[in-house]
């Protein structure tokens, strides 16, 4: 007796402190129809102010027969009465497009609490089957804590259960995988940023009755690059039983197989399926059409404004629909001559085969006039984040049959290049892919055929543009080998590597080059070398070894004056990097002293802000490298920055050479090359372009000097390329896809101008850059009973003018300027409700602008000096 009183002791105090989950053995019992309320509310709004919503709610009865079965395995019948839809705030009530549901019941079958298929008696609206399937799915549920894998509309789910009592659970559903299509940049500044949550609450009867359940699906969709721009979409669904049940027939027979073929019914799976929406309004114009409303903003004149950056993002999606043949219609209209660029600058941002088969017909150079639109479809090409196999494909047969043209030679190896290295980045595919390889030693072979630097520099930019590593040691060889041109055309394709990529043995061969252990070494090559070792974040020690060179003998003192440049710019943008270099230099008394850290030199290196929120986070960092009082190698770099991660939109590179006899005082070592030259270097997100050169020798200089050709403002660079380019599907648990997307586009127009006197021994230069950027985005979620859609943009017209200032007649005086004009930003906010069949949609839309002062960049005090001199000269 004892012994019984003691075990049911035990038992009572186990079951007060664990909850026992019930069986389903009650659950859906066989010959019986219960009723449920079923209410789903959809709001979609403003990612960054949400309040005020649009949405919809649809209300219905749900009626659960079990027509067979027993206590494990269950065939339920399922019927959809009374479906009503209202927007939200239950303004409008529409039961037309959903009438269709009261007639025709659907048939699941039930497994232990999962659901494992629907049945359907004729095909459907795919809206309507979608919703069937997420009123299903509600049902299913387990009882036991832990992780399950589960299926429905949402996709195929890891699932874990949590027990908050013996009657009530929660479950949270995590990486839902979904087949469907999905791209997105690879580069995280470029992407989108999406943050959801799926979970369910249910509630049983204790006899193991669902009695209640309420559903959340939640998505809030960001652009990385805007923090302050998106949207987001709020689904919750309820099901609550009704009191009472009824009686049911049932249907005899020993197994489902055996019920589902009696019933004639047709077996679908639990994702939801693609509803393809029937297209109403402006952006449903075939591409020939929407061309021709927007030919005004895809002149000339308007790159690098806003409208064309605008223009473009509104053609792409349409254009990856269009045929060959309407491309050639746009192509060859007379009406379109002025429209011909930017027209190609679109071919290469929709980057299919059939735009590509259109533009190839235009790859001609015989002339000026055709090189620069062929030149100019290539280099939007490579800046595509959409590469094609088909097209890598033709354009390697194009360069393996070599081109009698240099230019577009040049071109078509750098495109080649860009298109390889982001095929390789494609999900599945990597630097071993077959085509990646075939380009690579293509590359390769063509650099050991060449026999001048001339040639050799074409395919090492195009190995630049790879950025495969199986080309490390190729082009550290070069680096270390080659003549100077080769050596820093070498370090600078090197300098684009990811820094993961160097490891001890290379940080050697970069610390070998920068303070020319082994030999005499190029001072670009020398000041790349550095940056990359900076790059890898040195160390005390590291750091100390580096800047000994500032004590040294070395007579090329503009080389420590980059160095100082440089350590002085990091140590501005990271504390911790300024408190290492203040250790540095404490530690060693030589080193610090006015007579080494106020080492002479005109070299510059500096990151300023460029812009901030309301706008976009982004960086302007650049670097000067002198040689003789004259420039050497100049970069101005503009870099979209998100958290630490950075994305070069834009670099202007400036190069000169064989110059500096013009200005040098003849107390210093200059390096000076046999002919003179100057020209641009342009990268484009990251894809070098073909250097643009101003003049290759004295004779053709002094002809430049004379006639005034240079002074006048030349367009170096006109485009128009895409940023954003991202889709992709998040379907919810009510089976309604939310379809998520951004496009955004850059319109640059880059132009410069030169003036220099003999007489009066100075010189001046001018860039001007132009840009304008749009970036749009949607959330909409379509179905034939409604519409919802978030659609947002924003806008901004950046310019920048850098300019600069050299007297040569007594000392070298050199003034700078880097201005930023006055910008307006612009973002835009609208949401959407409609009800297709009908005349309803309730739009909502929020404008805001933002005024941005201009200003001009500080650059340091030496550079304030002498801007100061030439003023009062």
Same mark, same amino acid.
């Given at each position: ?32 129809? =219960? ?19 649009? #949405? ?6 749900v ?22 839809? &209202? ?12 009438a ?12 232990? #609490? ?32 832990? =992780? ?14 949590t ?10 559903k ?13 580069? &995280? ?45 709020? /689904?919750t ?17 020993? *197994? ?26 402006d ?25 064309? /950056? ?30 011909q ?6 071919l290469?941002?929709i ?88 380009v ?21 930019r195009?190995?630049?543009?790879l950025?495969?590593?199986? *080309? ?33 043995e ?32 040195p ?17 090329? &003192? ?7 440049q ?12 300024a ?13 610090n ?34 040689? #003789? ?103 919810? =648990? ?11 586009a ?13 007489? #009066? ?16 985005g ?7 009973f409604?519409s ?9 017209e ?6 600069s200032?050299?007297d040569?007649s ?24 409609a ?9 909502h ?29």
């Amino acid at each position: 007796m004892k012994i019984q009183l003691a075990v049911l002791v035990v038992v009572s105090l186990f079951v007060g402190q664990c909850h026992v989950a019930p069986a389903f053995g009650d659950a859906f019992q066989l010959g019986t129809e =219960q009723s449920y309320n079923y209410l789903n509310e959809v709001r979609v709004g403003d990612a960054k102010n949400a309040t005020h919503t649009v #949405g919809y709610l649809v209300k219905a009865k749900v009626h659960v027969a079990t027509v067979w079965g027993d206590d494990e395995h269950k065939l339920l019948r399922l019927k959809i009465s009374s479906p009503s839809l &209202y927007t939200t705030p239950g303004e409008v009530k529409q039961r037309t497009t959903l009438a269709s549901i009261d007639s025709t019941p659907f048939y699941v079958y039930w497994n232990l #609490g999962s659901v494992k298929k629907i049945y359907f008696e004729k095909q459907e609206d795919a809206s309507l089957e979608n919703f069937k399937k997420g009123v299903a799915t509600l049902f299913q549920y387990q009882l036991l804590d832990g =992780q399950y894998v589960e299926e429905d509309p949402s996709g195929t789910c890891e699932v874990q259960y949590t027990s908050h009592s013996s009657t009530r659970y929660h479950k949270v559903k995590n990486n839902c995988k979904f087949a469907g299509d999905r791209h997105e940049r690879t580069e &995280y500044p470029m992407r989108s940023l999406i943050k959801t949550a799926r979970s369910v609450d249910f509630t049983v009867s204790t006899e193991g009755t669902l009695v209640k359940v309420d559903a959340l699906d939640y998505v809030k969709y960001l652009v990385n690059a805007y923090d302050a721009l998106g949207a987001f979409l709020e /689904s919750t669904t309820k099901l609550e039983l009704e009191k009472g049940s009824s009686k049911v027939s049932v249907v005899e027979a020993k *197994t489902v197989d055996e019920v589902v073929k009696s019933l004639a019914v047709t077996e679908q799976g639990l994702l939801s399926a693609e509803f393809q929406s029937k297209c109403d309004g402006d952006g449903c114009d075939n591409l020939v059409k929407l061309v021709k409303n927007l030919k005004k903003s895809l002149t000339n004149v308007r790159i690098g404004k806003q409208d064309a /950056s605008a223009a473009l993002v509104a053609l792409v999606k349409q254009g990856r629909q269009t045929s060959t043949e309407d491309f050639h219609r746009i192509l060859k209209a007379k009406t379109m001559d002025e429209q011909q660029g930017q027209l190609l600058d679109l071919l290469g941002a929709i980057q299919t085969v059939q735009s590509h088969k259109a533009a190839k017909t235009l790859l001609k150079y015989e002339s000026d006039e055709e090189l620069l639109l062929a030149e100019r479809y290539l280099q939007a090409l490579a800046v595509g984040s959409r590469p094609k196999k088909a097209i890598i494909e033709d354009l390697l047969e194009m360069a393996e049959k070599k081109p009698n043209n240099n230019k577009f030679y040049d071109t078509l190896l750098q495109t080649l290049g860009s298109l390889a290295h982001r095929y390789a980045k494609l999900p599945g595919n990597s630097y071993d892919t077959e085509l990646v390889e075939k380009v690579k030693n293509f590359l390769l072979s063509q650099l050991d055929w060449c026999k001048k630097d001339r040639c050799k520099e074409k395919f090492i930019r195009g190995l630049h543009n790879l950025k495969s590593p199986k *080309t490390l040691d190729i082009l550290i060889k070069l680096a270390k080998e080659g003549s100077a041109k080769i050596s820093v055309a070498a370090m600078k394709a090197l300098r684009s590597f990811s820094v993961f990529l160097w490891n001890d043995e290379f940080r050697a061969v970069f610390e070998d080059i920068f303070m020319q252990v082994s030999k005499k070494y190029d001072s670009s090559a020398r000041a790349l070398a550095l940056d990359i070792l900076l790059d890898l974040k040195p160390d005390f020690e590291e750091l100390m070894h580096l800047v000994q060179v500032l004590k040294s003998n070395d007579k090329a &003192y503009e080389v420590k004056q980059y160095l100082l440049q440089k350590v002085r710019m990091l140590a501005d943008r990271c504390p911790d990097f300024a408190a290492l270099l203040e250790k540095v230099i404490r530690r060693d008394p030589q080193l610090n002293n006015y007579h080494i850290l106020g080492a002479r030199g005109l070299s510059v290196a500096l990151m300023r802000t460029y812009s901030k929120v309301p706008s976009f986070n982004a960086s302007l960092e650049s670097l000067q490298e002198m040689n #003789g009082g004259v420039l050497k190698r100049g970069i101005v770099d503009l870099a979209l920055e998100v958290g630490e991660e950075k994305f070069s939109m834009f670099t202007l590179g400036l190069f000169a050479g064989g110059l500096s006899s013009f200005v040098s005082s003849g107390d210093e070592e200059v390096e000076d090359d046999t002919d003179s030259t100057a020209g641009m270097e342009l990268s484009v997100q990251g894809s070098v372009l073909r250097p643009l050169v101003f003049f290759d020798g004295k004779g053709e200089l002094m002809g430049h000097v004379w006639s005034g050709t240079a002074s006048e403002s030349t367009p170096a660079y006109q485009a128009t390329t895409l940023l954003q380019d991202n889709e992709e599907r998040f379907p919810l =648990q009510n089976g309604a896809i939310v379809k998520l997307s951004t496009l955004g586009a850059i319109s640059i127009d880059l132009n410069g101008q030169v003036t220099m006197s003999i007489w #009066g021994r100075n010189a001046q230069s001018k860039v001007e850059q132009n840009t304008g950027i749009t970036v749009t985005g949607s959330l909409s979620l379509d179905t034939s009973f409604v519409s919802l859609n978030v659609h947002f943009n924003v806008g901004q017209e950046p310019q920048l003018h850098l300019s600069s200032d050299l007297d040569f007649s007594t000392d070298n005086t050199l003034c700078m300027q880097l201005r930023q004009t006055d910008s307006v930003f612009s973002r835009n906010v609208v949401e959407s409700v409609a009800v297709p069949g009908t005349k309803y949609r309730k739009v909502h839309t929020s404008k805001m602008t933002y005024k941005l002062p201009g200003h001009t960049h500080a650059l340091n005090q030496k550079n304030n000096d002498m801007c100061n001199l030439i003023a009062k000269s």
